[in-house]
């Protein structure tokens, strides 16, 4: 839960900060979201607090289990009022309509980059996580990613005024309806019509080619940095776990002992304590790999906006063409000379020029149509320059909010292993003394 | 402490010493300590057994001879059969041999390459003829020693040699680790025999401290030492049964040796897990440099955290390297130790058998013909019981040893690890000391 009003932890002691968990770490993202003070946040305050099974018919009849979360929304005021706080509105999603949300946003708002769900499937999981959707630390891992997803969008400037949005966290019944009603479905591009654009955009945008450029970088290097930490937590794994072998061994030669007998054994516990200890530190660790996750899938979205762009740039290349081609037309009818091929004018070469009575109905047809075709460049040109307009506004948003996000999750990912390093000072120090009694 | 330290620690075996028959009975009674020796527990320094003739012969008081001294010793041995197991080695304030393996150096020939290490000798025995002595040996030359007191003291337990013979491909016999190693294992091999009150004593020893030149003649000694092996197997007599505390030494060597095997075995594959996640780790530090390449205001935390984990494989690679060579070096050395205590064991078991054999064999022929029991049997007897003297004193001085050894061990075990943590912690609290204070910088920048 988060309270509207807390504050950050630049006056905690440098030192001092080294002790606060990675959850406390991520609150500290979360209250950034809060401080940035959308009008929605001020209202009130949301969370996803539970998960749950349910088992139900699917579309095609088949029984099928599914998980629901429940979102909880407070209203900001009763937390301040001194009485008891009045009970959340609670409402249950399944993931499914999270990525419905998500896609009504993306197409509604081309220009904005939108938040990413969190992870559909496991991915990048060392091998003792389990892959299975299903199971209760996944699940839970995705919870909080729910929840961060919601506080992103609430918390955006742009994003949180959204009808259909304010529906998503209020009205359980009819909200699928209201989003198709919407008619969003009509606004999205197929994928080849962007492919096609970005092949053939004649003058593409410096500061998106270098956006363009930089996602995918990130994307790739987050992606090996994601690959290469599930390797180096697997290894981190066996070490530790291998120690757990000392605990057994020096049980037995205990056995076998008169002096050393006592230091040996509890030395042994002590060891037993090293091995186990690793599942909670790795299991910490998923926090900050939940953090990247994150940035990672928002590198798509940014490419989203970008070729959303690019299909843009190009459609205002189009109608320009089109209009010049036309103007052109216009040219050659009034000048009678043929410069570009048309059948109309070959035909009426061959066989004899047309009447003026033609030639005349013709060009106020090309007029009219050059007409619209200015109309439709200007449009197109205005679309354009606000859509660049309100994409670079949120991209420098989005910039900074990652680099202060990103930082976070290195302080915190640092404090992570202070942790570790402390735990493992305490198991060694114990066993020393252990030995010392030997 | 020469003249209180008991030599040969003969064993009376099950019987008190009242009912053991004087083998000197009617000789040299004024050597003998006279009738009010009393058998007094503790660890009697002050029962000045000594005439210093028999004093200062510095040969084994092993049992091949029933003579003065063998009695003297036994003796000795029943006062300080109870004495505290601190008493059987040389403390510090009494210790007056000192020995030190250091410098090693290269000596190349026309025929063989080999290393030469520096023995230093500090003493004040009067079996040396100097204070101070500084030879140089060479691998061959220690084997040579302890093939010889092996040899000359069959009844004791003689430390163990790192390996000889390594695998020519496999190891660099002239890298400086391995160098080291072995000078380290060399030198706690001398200097457990300078310690030993017996085997410290013997002449070997002190050819091998002093003289300038080996005279070897090692192919003599190899001779020798199966001679000595063909003589015990020749006897052929098959040992009835151990007396208690041998089984048991027999059993806790065996168990034993089975942990340790067990503790090398688990060593090796923290090695090999913490060598591969050395290797993760240092792709996972140059992926976060490569990051930064593309980040502004990420990059200085972004090389800060590849800093950190770069410092860190260096710190792991520290424990890995320390591990390998001083922790698995030592552990294998007291497996060796344990082979040779069994073997030791092994030994005694046929001194046994062939007294009880003899014994029997005898028995049966003085019942026939009356002939009284003959010397060899009183031999072996006597070998028998000095053989379980040695062995027991031995024993505890080795289970005192071991006991320290393991205790320094596992300390220094546990001090590397938490060395190795403790420079982790070091560096990421650096970092994160400087990522808060430019966070802290940017709140007030923002709010001013």
């Known amino acids: ?438 | 402490m020469s003249v209180g330290t008991p030599r040969g620690l003969a064993s009376s075996g099950q019987k008190p010493i009242t009912e053991i028959p004087h083998p000197l009975s009617a000789a040299e009674e004024s050597l003998s300590p006279g009738p009010d020796v009393s058998i007094s527990s503790g660890g009697d320094k002050d029962l000045e057994l000594t005439n210093g003739t028999l004093v200062e012969n510095s040969s084994p008081a092993s049992a091949s001879s029933t003579s003065t001294s063998a009695l003297l010793s036994r003796l000795q041995v029943e006062d300080n059969f109870e004495a505290d197991a601190a008493d059987l080695y040389a403390t510090t304030e009494t210790r007056d041999l000192f020995v030190t393996v250091d410098d090693p150096k290269k000596h190349v020939s026309t025929m063989e390459t080999y290393i030469t290490y520096r023995v230093s000798t500090k003493t004040t025995r009067i079996e040396f003829d100097l204070p101070e002595y500084s030879v140089r040996r060479r691998y061959q030359d220690f084997d040579w020693l302890r093939v010889k007191l092996e040899e000359t003291q069959p009844t004791n337990l003689i430390p163990p040699l790192p390996e000889k013979f390594v695998m020519k491909g496999v190891v660099d016999r002239f890298s400086e680790e391995f160098v080291e190693t072995r000078m380290k294992a060399l030198d706690k091999f001398l200097k457990r025999v300078a310690d030993h009150p017996v085997l410290s004593f013997n002449p070997h020893l002190n050819a091998f401290l002093t003289a300038k030149d080996l005279n070897k003649r090692q192919g003599l000694a190899l001779l020798t030492k199966m001679g000595e092996s063909v003589k015990h197997v020749a006897g052929g007599y098959k040992l009835r049964a151990r007396p208690p505390e041998f089984n048991a030494m027999g059993e806790y060597l065996d168990t034993f040796s089975q942990k340790l095997g067990t503790i090398d075995r688990i060593a090796q594959r923290i090695l090999r897990e913490q060598s591969e996640y050395l290797t993760e780790l240092r792709e996972y530090a140059s992926v976060y440099s490569s990051w930064a390449g593309s980040e502004e205001e990420l990059q200085r935390p972004l090389e800060g955290v590849a800093g950190c984990v770069t410092t860190c494989c260096g710190a792991l690679e520290d424990l890995s390297e320390n591990m390998s060579q001083d922790f698995l070096p030592v552990l294998r050395e007291y497996v060796l130790y344990t082979e040779t205590m069994k073997n030791v064991l092994r030994k005694r078991d046929q001194s046994q058998a062939e007294y009880e054999g003899r014994l029997e064999a005898a028995v049966l022929r003085k019942q026939e013909d009356r002939t009284p029991m003959p010397l060899e049997v009183e031999k072996c007897q006597d070998k028998m019981e000095c053989f379980n003297a040695d062995l027991k004193a031995d024993w505890e001085r080795w289970q005192c040893n071991k006991r320290q050894d393991f205790k320094q061990l596992l300390i220094g075990m546990a001090d590397k690890n938490i060395n190795y943590y403790e420079k982790c912690q070091t560096a990421w609290e650096s970092l994160v000391t400087v990522l808060q204070d430019k966070q802290t910088e940017d709140k007030t920048s923002e709010t001013n």
């Open chain 1, 1 to 438: 839960m988060i309270m509207a009003d807390s504050g950050s932890s630049e006056e905690a002691a440098v030192i001092g900060n080294t002790d606060i968990t990675s959850t406390e770490s991520e609150n500290n993202i979360i209250n950034t979201m809060v401080e940035r003070g959308t009008s929605l946040l001020k209202k009130m305050e949301i969370s996803v607090a539970e998960a749950e099974k349910r088992t139900g018919k699917n579309t095609v009849n088949m029984q099928e289990t599914y998980t629901v979360y429940l979102i909880e929304i407070r209203q900001a005021e009763s937390a301040t009022e001194g009485g008891t706080p009045a009970a959340p509105d609670t409402l249950w999603r399944r993931y499914s309509e999270f990525e419905l949300l998500r896609t009504y946003l993306l197409v509604t708002y081309p220009y904005i980059i939108i938040p990413p769900l969190p992870e559909k499937r496991a991915e990048f999981v060392w091998h003792k996580l389990s892959a299975d959707n299903l199971d209760p630390d996944f699940v839970e891992r995705r919870r909080v990613g729910l929840e961060n997803f919601l506080l992103r969008v609430a918390s955006h400037p742009v994003l949180s005024n959204d009808n259909i949005f304010f529906h998503f966290l209020t009205e359980e019944k009819g909200w699928r309806e209201a989003v198709l009603d919407t008619g969003f479905q009509d606004k999205v591009d197929s994928r080849l019509k962007s492919l096609s654009a970005m092949l053939r955009v004649k003058s593409p945008d410096r500061r998106f080619t270098a956006l363009k450029q930089y996602s995918d970088e990130l994307n790739a290097v987050v992606s090996q940095l994601l690959r290469v930490r599930a390797r180096v937590a697997d290894r981190l794994y066996g070490v530790y776990k291998v120690h757990g072998n000392y605990g057994r061994v020096f049980s037995e030669w205990s056995a076998i002992e008169k002096e050393m007998g006592d230091g040996l054994q509890s030395a042994g516990h002590h060891m037993d304590t090293y091995a186990a200890s690793i599942d909670d530190i790795l299991e910490e660790e998923e926090h900050y790999a939940d953090q990247l996750k994150e940035y990672l899938f928002y590198t798509d979205a940014v490419r989203s906006v970008c070729r959303k762009h690019e299909l843009m740039q190009y459609e205002l290349e189009m109608a320009s063409q089109d209009l010049a081609y036309k103007k052109q037309q216009k040219e050659e009818l009034v000048t009678g000379t043929v410069r570009i091929f048309s059948l109309k004018g070959m035909t009426s070469k061959l066989f004899g020029s047309e009447s003026q009575e033609q030639r005349e109905s013709r060009l106020s047809a090309l007029e009219q149509s050059i007409e619209e075709g200015i109309e439709a460049v200007m449009e197109k040109n205005t679309e354009c320059r606000d859509f660049v307009r309100a994409a670079w506004e949120d991209i420098e948003r989005f910039k900074e909010q990652k680099d202060k996000d990103l930082r976070e999750a290195l302080i915190s990912y640092a404090i992570m292993q202070i942790s570790m390093c402390k735990k493992g000072i305490q198991v060694w120090s114990n066993a020393k003394e252990c030995f010392n009694k030997m």
